[in-house]
């Protein structure tokens, strides 16, 4: 099982950015899925962004549509490290972030890290 740190959360203003990083106990190159996600409030946890690495089907991301043109997830291989660079936050986007990663039949998830879009 890995162990996932994030960090990069913080207070931002509506239009603002911010890159969340999650570091990861070993290598993730060949992690199966890695993931952000996140949950507000009361809310229930919603994905976020996804990086599936599919045997057959290789390399591929996903975005939930509320975040889509303003959110980009990447990896650095050889940090180990899965970031999430989000622009033009806005208030809706509040929430704690959470980094997860699927391997070998294994779930593993971060602590979370706060973002907070506020004026």
């Known amino acids: 099982q890995v162990q996932l740190v994030e960090s990069g959360g913080g207070l931002v203003q509506p239009g603002g950015s911010l890159r969340l990083s999650c570091v990861a106990s070993?290598?993730?190159?060949?992690?199966?899925?890695m993931a952000w996600y996140r949950q507000a409030p009361g809310k229930q946890r919603e994905l976020v962004a996804r990086?599936?690495?599919?045997?057959?089907?290789?390399?591929?991301?996903t975005y939930r549509d509320s975040i889509k043109g303003r959110f980009t997830i990447s990896t650095d291989n050889d940090k180990n490290t899965m970031y999430l660079q989000m622009n033009s936050l806005k208030l809706e986007d509040t929430a704690v972030y959470y980094c997860?990663?699927?391997?070998?039949?294994?779930?593993?998830w971060g602590q979370g890290t706060q973002v907070t879009v506020s004026s």
């Open positions: 997860n990663a699927v391997h070998g039949g294994h779930v593993s």
């Open positions: 990086i599936l690495n599919g045997i057959t089907s290789g390399r591929s991301t």
């Open positions: 070993r290598s993730i190159t060949d992690i199966y899925a």
